[in-house]
Nanobody, 119 residues
Framework: QVRLVESEGGLVQTGGSLTLSCTLS????????TEWYRQAPGKQREVVAQ???????TYHDSVKGRFTASRDNVKNMVVLQMDNLKPEDTAVYSC?????????????WGQGTQVTVSS
């Protein structure tokens, strides 16, 4: 049975750091990119980072230089390292991964976790 478990977020002060991770069990990543999303209250969900199968990541302009996304294709884990956090980073964060399947990859979402940055 495929399962994707996301780590807990938390409360952090402005300028602090937090690491989120998602671990897949019962399956393996496909070659499709993995992604991190966030949704703040009253706002649309946005892509924070996208990581290719080879480990190359692209970022939303608002987090460039502060966030680092990575993936481990052996451990089937994705990580989002968030540094120099700002109050505007407060949101529910979710990972999305693509799992290899006999016919076509299937997307799985983490359960979402709250990240709150206090000023």
């Amino acid at each position: 049975q495929v399962r994707l478990v996301e780590s807990e977020g938390g409360l952090v002060q402005t300028g602090g750091s937090l690491t989120l991770s998602c671990t897949l069990s019962g399956g393996t990543f496909s070659n499709n990119p993995t992604e991190w999303y966030r949704q703040a209250p009253g706002k649309q969900r946005e892509v924070v980072a996208q990581t290719s199968s080879t480990g190359q990541s692209t970022y939303h302009d608002s987090v460039k230089g502060r966030f680092t996304a990575s993936r481990d294709n052996v451990k089937n884990m994705v990580v989002l390292q968030m540094d120099n956090l700002k109050p505007e980073d407060t949101a529910v964060y979710s990972c999305k991964v693509s799992v290899a399947n006999r016919f076509r990859p299937i997307e799985y979402w983490g359960q979402g976790t709250q990240v709150t940055v206090s000023s």
